[in-house]
């Protein structure tokens, strides 16, 4: 079955504890996204990559550090998380570059993440 | 990219249709359109995609019209289980880093 996962689904933490978020997909995709969801504003990409060690920031990168050492992980790392990084997560992955003919965008569960 | 406008919010009650419209005025040539279903604290789940003309699966239909700068979302004899967000997404062919998801609209369907 094609899965996006992500853990933790819920997570309460303090400022500046650093803390990663995981994301593992089992669809071979190329491409790899994160988006944080706040109410009112949408959808917001944070990062994105297309191949292993290529990277780069999306609209809301700020705060935020990835990694793509192998083609099935990206983690989303909060080196210093602040209270404005309160928010819910999400992982996303695709065959292809954007959302044209056959490449689906799969997303994970969603992270819950709390900063106090 | 372009740029989507829809409805914020839409009623329906069950076993009716319900129509959804997206414009997208500056629509590229490559461009395709596709639509996401988002329930409360889950993800954006896939439910078509078209590029014009008409598109039908097991959940939705898709009619996009000839000039192609807008397109509507068609679900059959909604149920309760089908109130969520829907997103209109457009373009993204040499921008997967430009993936815009917007307010989307809000559909709650009523017994």
């Known amino acids: 079955e094609a899965q996006v996962t992500q853990n933790p689904r819920y997570l309460i933490t303090v400022t500046g504890k650093k803390l990663t978020v995981t994301c593992s997909q089992n669809?071979?995709?190329?491409?790899m996204s994160w988006y944080r969801q706040d109410p009112g504003l949408g959808l917001r990409q944070i990062y994105y990559s297309m191949n292993v060690e290529v990277t780069d920031k999306g609209d809301v990168p700020e705060g935020y550090k990835v990694s793509r050492k192998e083609k099935r992980n990206f983690p989303l790392i909060l080196e210093s998380p602040s209270p404005n990084q309160t928010s819910l997560y999400f992982c996303?992955?695709?065959?292809?570059?954007?959302?044209?003919?056959?490449?689906?965008?799969?997303f994970g569960e969603g992270s819950w993440l709390t900063v106090v | 990219l372009a740029k989507t406008t829809q409805p914020i919010s839409m009623d329906s009650y069950e076993g009716q249709e319900v129509n959804i419209t997206c414009s997208h005025n500056n629509i590229a040539t490559n461009d395709y359109i596709t639509w996401y279903q988002q329930f409360p604290s889950q993800g954006p789940r896939f439910i078509i995609q078209?590029?014009?003309t008409k598109v039908t699966n097991e959940v939705a239909s898709l009619f996009i019209p000839a000039d192609r700068k807008s397109s509507t979302l068609s679900l059959p004899r909604v149920s309760l289980s089908d109130t969520a967000v829907y997103y209109c997404?457009?373009?993204?062919?040499?921008?997967?880093?430009?993936?815009?998801f917007g307010a989307g609209t809000r559909l709650a369907v009523h017994p």
């Open positions: 669809m071979n995709h190329e491409y």
């Open positions: 997404l457009v373009g993204a062919s040499r921008g997967y880093n430009k993936l815009i």
């Open positions: 996303a992955s695709s065959s292809g570059q954007g959302i044209d003919s056959g490449n689906t965008i799969y």
């Open positions: 078209g590029y014009k």
